[in-house]
T-cell receptor, first 112, second 114 residues
Framework: NAGVTQTPKFRVLKTGQSMTLLCAQD?????MYWYRQDPGMGLRLIHY???????AKGEVPDGYNVSRLKKQNFLLGLESAAPSQTSVYFC???????????FGSGTRLTVV | GENVEQHPSTLSVQEGDSAVIKCTYS??????FPWYKQELGKGPQLIID?????GEKKDQRIAVTLNKTAKHFSLHITETQPEDSAVYFC?????????????FGKGTSLLVTP
């Protein structure tokens, strides 16, 4: 039982490049979330999903897209990376019966 | 939307002392209030949570209290130990029209000195 696994752990992108961050959970959780964490800003919600095939915007969705084609996976895409997207990205999930999040270990992204 | 404010931003205590972190929230519809501990280089980990129909909850050395009227909740850590040093985040969930998404405070960096 691995919990929530994020891939990759580290990445450096050039401005304008694209990439996809993968979040995979093996707990059969319905709800999944992507947050970004910046110094002094706490955790801010980017997008979330309440179930397979559904996604919704959070507080800071601009510049990101998401997909949830399979219940266990939640992908976060950056179509054209900008330096402002330099951050640590966390994925989290929970089930309907328990609102407590299980977080992944994060992806540290640097855009130069 | 929900706004969660957390104080203090940094807290230093001596080993064995108590630590208290306070949070306020704005949305009266919020009904779930978890606390997370984040160690350096790791993801946040749930340490305790409370629902709006409960005023206090304890788990060994940690406790959370909730005052729904005043819209604030607090984390209490007693008999602090050096391994309690970490960043602590409070959060609140408005629980409607948001997929139970949590709104987080900006964190409190707790340092426990031997």
């Amino acid at each position: 039982n691995a919990g929530v696994t994020q891939t990759p752990k580290f990445r450096v992108l050039k401005t304008g490049q694209s990439m996809t961050l993968l979040c995979a959970q093996d707990m059969n959780h319905e709800y999944m979330y992507w947050y970004r964490q910046d110094p002094g800003m706490g955790l801010r919600l980017i997008h979330y999903s309440v179930g397979e095939g559904t996604t919704a915007k959070g507080e800071v969705p601009d510049g990101y897209n998401v997909s949830r084609l399979k219940k266990q996976n939640f992908l976060l895409g950056l179509e054209s990376a900008a330096p402002s997207q330099t951050s640590v990205y966390f994925c989290a999930s929970h089930t309907t019966a328990n609102y407590g999040y299980t977080f992944g270990s994060g992806t540290r992204l640097t855009v130069v | 939307g929900e706004n969660v404010e957390q104080h203090p931003s940094t807290l230093s205590v001596q080993e064995g002392d108590s630590a208290v972190i306070k949070c306020t929230y704005s949305d009266s519809a919020s009904n779930y209030f978890p606390w997370y501990k984040q160690e350096l280089g790791k993801g946040p980990q749930l340490i305790i949570d409370i629902r709006s129909n409960v005023g206090e909850k304890k788990d060994q050395r940690i406790a959370v209290t909730l005052n729904k009227t005043a819209k604030h909740f607090s984390l209490h850590i007693t008999e602090t130990q050096p391994e309690d040093s970490a960043v602590y985040f409070c959060a609140a969930s408005p629980a409607r029209n948001s997929g139970y998404a949590l709104n987080f405070g900006k964190g409190t960096s707790l340092l426990v000195t031997p």
